[in-house]
């Protein structure tokens, strides 16, 4: 089954589309934006334009079809992986993550809207090392080899787990003439800053709700008037959000209006749903469920809610944020959230 089309992100298009038809397309690109925003569907949209045999993308001939059923052999997207198995030396290892990774392709060409990688979920080095074998050889088919790496910032899974990111900087430095590596994120400042130098940033913005409602009616077939509404709101600009309704990204929704729901009732509740948390790895599950949380908090101020303690509750939501971004107890730090939530609630 191919990937659905690209819905909305008509401006950033049209810069990268004009770079590459000029040939002044950065060889080292850094997508960054809300999760769910459509990142890694731009970049492999990007791709077909830089594979494409007659137009920009034009989504007819061979090579974007192949890229659209992610059978280009050109086109290479690696995406953080939870391996079940240990390799006893680092050439097993590469084979393990390269046997994983089209596992991983096989399912996504079976159902293309994916959920959100789990959150033991990483680029090991051994990824980096496969990224690193493909990236010198010669191109398949066409001109041009592309490398994606979705949430890149699972190169860093938690503070003094750096070996990934700094084996990727020379190629991220000086990529072969014939190759694009476009890295796409959420939390940019996840990335190193030695990787953050290497790449050209492009921000890739939330698309407007009535891109959101095209979307889930053409693809999803979304008809009901109220489910469309819900779903279009909760998605806040973000597509991707319009899947998370199972699976990990459901998982941290759910956790995020239980820890709202917790600050409005009795002092026991928030600790009590503290100490359920599970030890989710720090830039894993427990940081998508404070992207959730803080989701949920703008929805709610763009909907009529009371602004200055929605953005009170938001800057709790980012702080503890920043916190799981080092080896700290999610517990604790969800403790001390679902106080500051509770105390914005009773403010």
């Known amino acids: 089954m191919p990937l659905p089309p690209l819905f909305g992100h008509d401006g950033v298009k049209k810069r990268l589309a004009g770079a590459v038809a000029a040939g002044r397309l950065p060889q080292a690109l850094l997508f960054e934006g809300p999760r769910g925003v459509g990142k890694q569907r731009l970049a492999l ?54 046997e994983a990774l089209a596992e991983e392709m096989t399912a996504r060409r079976e ?10 979920a990483s680029h090991g080095i051994a990824a980096v090392r496969l990224l690193l074998r493909r990236l010198s050889l010669t191109p398949a088919m066409g001109p041009r080899k592309v490398f994606i790496v979705g949430d890149a910032d699972r190169l860093v899974p938690q503070r003094g787990m750096e070996d990934a990111a700094n084996a990727l900087l020379k190629a991220l430095e000086e990529p072969p003439a014939d190759s694009v590596i476009v890295l796409t994120t959420a939390d940019p400042e996840a990335l ?24 889930a009616q053409q693809v ?18 973000c597509i991707g959000r319009l899947l998370a309704t199972t699976g990990d990204s459901g998982a941290a929704m759910r956790r995020a209006d239980e820890l709202l729901q917790a600050g409005r009732k009795g002092t026991a509740t928030p600790y009590a749903l503290a100490l359920s948390q599970m030890p989710f790895q720090a830039r894993g599950g427990f940081t998508e469920m404070l992207d959730a949380l803080a989701g949920r908090l703008r929805t709610k101020a763009m909907t009529g809610g009371e602004t200055q303690k ?34 914005v609630e009773r403010g």
């Open 45 to 98: 949209w990007l791709a077909q334009c830089l594979v494409c045999e007659s137009e920009v993308a034009c989504g007819e001939c061979r090579a974007c079809r192949l890229v659209a059923a992610l059978q280009h052999p050109d086109v290479h997207w690696f995406v953080p992986l939870e391996l079940s198995k240990k390799g006893a030396d680092a050439d097993k290892q590469v084979e393990l993550v390269a």
């Open 192 to 215: 190193l800053p030695t990787v953050m130098s290497r790449v050209v940033r492009v921000r890739v913005a939330r698309v407007a709700d009535s891109v959101v409602t095209d979307f």
């Open 220 to 237: 999803l077939a979304i008809t009901a008037k109220a489910e469309l509404s819900e779903r279009v709101s909760s998605a806040g600009g």
């Open 310 to 343: 929605l953005v009170e509750a938001i800057a709790h939501v980012m702080d503890a944020r920043d916190l799981a971004q080092g080896n700290v107890n999610p517990q604790l730090v969800t403790a001390v959230l679902a106080e500051d939530l509770a105390g």
């Open 111 to 120: 159902q293309p809207m994916y959920q959100a990688p789990g959150g033991l």
